[in-house]
């Protein structure tokens, strides 16, 4: 039975959609966790950032005044 000219290469054209489909899905992930890790970045200098004024505010606040 001779084959049908429209399945003619479906199998090779499935696998490379397959692939690309994959790939793009990679990307996508490597480009989230990318984002994600900057953010934690951020956050994290934000948060030490912080810290670091609360705690000259507060040595500021300790030191004892000797004006009397």
Do not use: C, F, V
């Not at 970045?41 to 300790?62: C, F, P, R, W, Y």
């Amino acid at each position: 039975m001779p084959r049908a000219k429209h399945r003619k290469d479906q199998k090779k054209k499935s696998r490379a959609r397959t692939q690309q489909i994959k790939g793009q899905q990679k990307n996508m992930q490597l480009k989230m966790q990318e984002m994600m890790m900057k953010q934690i970045e951020e956050m994290k200098a934000k948060s030490s950032g912080e810290t670091e004024n609360q705690s000259i505010q507060d040595a500021e606040l300790i030191q004892p005044t000797t004006e009397l």
